[in-house]
């Protein structure tokens, strides 16, 4: 179970109680649900580039925020409607405080965590939804995903798919002077079907700038069909694979040039050969 679908699984339970609106459970899902740190370790080691782990992750973490600042405000997010997900269930935190409302930010956050804690559930119900969570994730989504996983692969590694489908990109690349961008393009596309996969690639790939922005791009792109897709389609957020297609390629052409930039000037520092 990943930091993803875990993000996303808890959006999804937050939406279908009310707490967020249809287009603030889809903007969380598709662009706050992101990938643990112990997998950015465990790629970038993949990958060849432990060494250079910091920048790389601050790279990661500026084209987050650029990302996740511009998505919302361009369409498919834009165009979901912010309604609830049935008339009247809007809730907030503030809604469950009695009396008059405190005046300090603080005040309010403290009385809103006691009256949360008053209505929590009990232990043994804790611990029955959340095996109910995790049994649901091992039976009903690990299938799936490991045949979508595997099937990527396969095409990946034995067909031209990718590389058709991948030479707009390319050019992309090669005018925003990448090496190996004929390679570097398919690790990019391949990351719709499975997260891991844009590594696999780039191993095999001399060129650390090429390496760099490969995994940094893959790990910003989020959309993973093998992963959080699933569970996103599976769930009740109002986002249907088309919008998941869309969302993955406006966040690749976002975060792209973002994080060129970045790698070139750690080329230019001497950190990135």
């Not at 950015?40 to 580039?49: G, K, R, T, Y």
């Not at 992309?172 to 696999?200: C, H, K, R, Y």
């Amino acid at each position: 179970m990943t930091a993803a679908t875990v993000g996303v699984l808890i959006t999804s339970q937050q939406y279908e109680m009310g707490f967020y609106s249809q287009r603030e459970a889809a903007t969380i899902a598709s662009n706050f649900s992101v990938v643990s740190l112990p997998f950015c370790v465990v790629i970038a080691e993949f990958v060849q580039l432990g060494h250079v782990f910091v920048p790389f992750y601050l790279t990661v973490c500026c084209a987050g925020l650029i990302t996740a600042i511009v998505m919302p405000r361009i369409p498919p997010l834009s165009k979901i409607p912010d309604q609830y997900l049935e008339a009247g269930k809007q809730r907030s935190e503030r809604d469950r405080l009695s009396g008059e409302e405190p005046a300090g930010s603080l005040t309010r956050g403290f009385q809103a965590a006691l009256e949360r804690a008053d209505h929590a559930p009990r232990p043994r119900a804790c611990l029955q939804s959340g095996m109910y969570n995790l049994f649901d994730i091992w039976f009903g989504l690990m299938p799936p995903l490991i045949a979508i996983a595997a099937f990527g692969l396969i095409i990946a590694e034995y067909t031209p798919v990718f590389e058709v489908l991948t030479y707009p990109l390319a050019a992309l690349l090669s005018w925003l002077q990448i090496t190996d961008s004929g390679a570097a393009a398919p690790a990019l596309l391949v990351g719709f079907v499975e997260m891991f996969l844009p590594g696999v690639i780039a191993q095999g790939i001399e060129s650390e700038l090429t390496r760099f922005v490969i995994i940094s791009v893959a790990i910003k792109q989020l959309i993973y069909m093998s992963d959080v897709g699933v569970l996103i389609l599976q769930a009740r957020i109002p986002l249907n694979f088309i919008n998941l297609v869309t969302l993955f390629m406006l966040r690749t052409i976002i975060a792209l040039p973002v994080i060129v930039t970045i790698a070139q000037g750690l080329v230019a520092a001497g950190a990135l050969a």
